[in-house]
């Protein structure tokens, strides 16, 4: 099997993980399935050659797994800094911006207290990412990006759109 198929192999795992996240109304529950997700996302990078994009994947993981259980802005700001280190460490190509913009602005969400807020900096670092993912042509990466950013709308809606007060209880 060639590194592109189990590349886009990986990406549809990673792809299912993410779908998942955005059902779930407790941001805690959103950031660990984001977590498996990037996991593979980034291993989908990494068989690409794209080792800016695999390295922000890597860190924004720990992110994840942090921001389950710290909103502190000292902490956001560390993973602000690493993300740009990283990112200036492996750049490789002008296209690699746009994953270091879809990174900061996740970064930035992930550490929101609310968990409407995290949904929205989410949609705007999704855009990012599938901006980046056609660049590099990806398919299957660009249908994780365009379907986690429908999802993301979704759940938003019915979690914290005008039929909210209908909507289950956080867990």
């Given at each position: 099997?060639?590194?592109?198929?189990?590349?886009?192999?990986?990406?549809?795992?990673?792809?299912?993980?993410?779908?998942?996240?955005?059902?779930?109304?407790?941001?805690?529950?959103?950031?660990?399935?984001?977590?498996?997700?990037?996991?593979?996302?980034?291993?989908?990078?990494?068989?690409?050659?794209?080792?800016?994009?695999?390295t922000l994947m890597l860190i924004t993981g720990i992110r994840y797994l942090v921001a389950t259980i710290s909103t502190d802005r000292r902490v956001m700001i560390f993973f602000l800094l690493t993300t740009c280190a990283a990112f200036f460490t492996t750049f490789k190509?002008?296209?690699?911006?746009?994953?270091?913009?879809?990174?900061?602005?996740?970064?930035?969400?992930?550490?929101?207290?609310?968990?409407?807020?995290?949904?929205?900096?989410?949609?705007?670092?999704?855009?990012?990412?599938?901006?980046?993912?056609?660049?590099?042509?990806?398919?299957?990466?660009?249908?994780?990006?365009?379907?986690?950013?429908?999802?993301?709308?979704?759940?938003?809606?019915?979690?914290?759109?005008?039929?909210?007060?209908?909507?289950?209880?956080?867990?």
């Open positions: 099997m060639s590194d592109f198929a189990l590349s886009q192999i990986l990406a549809g795992i990673a792809f299912a993980f993410g779908l998942a996240s955005f059902q779930f109304k407790a941001r805690r529950n959103v950031l660990l399935c984001l977590c498996v997700s990037v996991a593979f996302n980034g291993a989908h990078f990494f068989l690409l050659d794209r080792p800016g994009p695999s190509s002008p296209v690699s911006f746009l994953a270091l913009v879809g990174s900061l602005i996740g970064t930035f969400g992930s550490f929101q207290p609310s968990g409407q807020k995290v949904r929205l900096y989410f949609m705007g670092g999704n855009v990012a990412w599938l901006v980046h993912n056609a660049f590099l042509w990806t398919p299957v990466g660009v249908a994780m990006e365009s379907l986690f950013l429908t999802s993301s709308v979704v759940g938003y809606w019915r979690y914290f759109g005008p039929p909210a007060q209908h909507a289950a209880p956080e867990r």
